[in-house]
C-alpha cells in the first residue's frame, strides 16, 4: 500500500499502516479489494449490485467495524450500496468515511448509500468523515444517502464530518424512529474557496417516546456556499432539538433552514439556529498570546469544530 493511501486512511479512519483486526471492508476505486468478519460480525458482498451486506448478531457487544473507501485514480464513478442489519441487544461501533485523492483534471465522486436496519434496544456508534486533497484540477464530489430504520428502544450516534478539500456534497439523511428509540445526529463541515455543501435530514418520529437530538456546526471561508436543512416531524409523543450553529467568514453564503411539524398533540419540538462571524473579543485575546490573526481564527475554528 502507498504512503499516499495510508496517509487516506488514517485521515478518514483512523488507521495506520494495516487494516485493524476486527470485521473491516476496504473499497478503493470502485472495487472491494480486501474482507474481512468475525464470529459475530459478517460482511458478505451483495450479488445484484456494488456493496456489502454488514450483518451483526444478536447480543454482540463490544465489536468495532471499520468500512473506509478511498478513491485514488482521477475520473473515478463510485456508486455503493450498504446495509447494516444490527441485531438485538448489540452495542457495536461502525467506523465509515471516503478519502478523495485527485492529481488529474477529470471528476472523482463516491456516492454511498447507507442503510441501517437497527433492532430492539441494539446501540450503534456511527462514525463518517469525508476528505479531499490532490493537487489536479478535478473536482472531488461525495454525495452520502443515509436511510435509519430503528426499532423499539433502539440507541444511534451518527458522527458525520467533512474535514477539507471537497468541492461539492449532497448529503442525505432520512430516519424513522419506533417507540422509545433515540438517535443523535452530530454534523460537522468546513467549506473553502468555491467549495459548495448540502445537507437535509429528515426524521419522523413515529414511535411513542421516541427522541431525536441533531446539532450541526460549521465554518464557511472564502466563496464557499453551505446550505442547512434539517427536519424533525413528531408523529406521535416525542421530544426533538434541533441546533445549527455556523461561523461566516470572507465573502461565504450560508442558510440555515430548520423545519419542525407536529402531528401529535404530546409532540414537543425545539429549534435554534445562528449564523456569525468569528468573535472580536477571542481574536483580540488570542493575539496577546503572541498569535497572529490566522492563527488566532484557526484556534478558533478547531475549537469550534472539535
Known amino acids: ?14 488507521i495506520r499502516g494495516f487494516m485493524p483486526g476486527s470485521a473491516f471492508s476496504l473499497r478503493k476505486n470502485g472495487e472491494g ?9 459478517r460482511i458478505n458482498a451483495k450479488l445484484d449490485k456494488p456493496g456489502i451486506d454488514i450483518i451483526v448478531d444478536a447480543n454482540t457487544v463490544g465489536e468495532s467495524l471499520h468500512i473506509p473507501v478511498i478513491l485514488t485514480d482521477s475520473g473515478i464513478k463510485d456508486v ?4 447494516f442489519y444490527i441485531g438485538e441487544n448489540a452495542d457495536v461501533e461502525i467506523i465509515a ?7 488529474g483534471c477529470d471528476t472523482s465522486q463516491h456516492d454511498g448509500i447507507h442503510t441501517f436496519h437497527i433492532a430492539k434496544n441494539a446501540k450503534v456508534r456511527y462514525v463518517e468523515k469525508h476528505y479531499g486533497e490532490g493537487n489536479g484540477s478535478g473536482g472531488r464530489i461525495l454525495n452520502p444517502v443515509t436511510i435509519i430504520h430503528m426499532e423499539d428502544g433502539a440507541y444511534a450516534q451518527m458522527d458525520m464530518s467533512q474535514i477539507k478539500g471537497v468541492d461539492s456534497t449532497m448529503r442525505k439523511t432520512e430516519a424513522n424512529l419506533g417507540p422509545h428509540a433515540k438517535l443523535v445526529i452530530n454534523e460537522k463541515l468546513m467549506t473553502h474557496g468555491k467549495q459548495t455543501a448540502h445537507s437535509d435530514v429528515t426524521v419522523n418520529l413515529n414511535g411513542e417516546d421516541s427522541v431525536v437530538q441533531i446539532v450541526s456546526r460549521s465554518v464557511g471561508k472564502d466563496d464557499s456556499i453551505q446550505v442547512f436543512h434539517p427536519i424533525a416531524i413528531g408523529n406521535n409523543k416525542s421530544r426533538a432539538h434541533i441546533q445549527c450553529d455556523s461561523i461566516i467568514m470572507d465573502h461565504a453564503k450560508i442558510s440555515s433552514i430548520p423545519e419542525i411539524a407536529a402531528n401529535h398533540v404530546d409532540a414537543e419540538i425545539v429549534h435554534e439556529a445562528a449564523i ?23 484556534v478558533i475554528v478547531d475549537g469550534f469544530l472539535k
Not at 455503493?80 to 446495509?83: A, G, L
Open 1 to 14: 500500500m502507498e504512503n499516499m493511501e495510508k496517509d487516506l486512511l488514517q485521515a478518514i479512519a483512523d
Open 33 to 41: 479489494i480486501e474482507r474481512h468478519s468475525t464470529e459475530h460480525v
Open 80 to 83: 455503493v450500496y450498504n446495509d
Open 97 to 103: 468515511g471516503c478519502g478523495i485523492h485527485n492529481d
Open 276 to 298: 456569525g462571524k468569528i468573535n472580536s473579543d477571542q481574536l483580540v485575546k488570542l493575539q496577546t498570546f503572541g498569535l497572529s490573526v490566522e492563527e488566532a481564527e484557526k
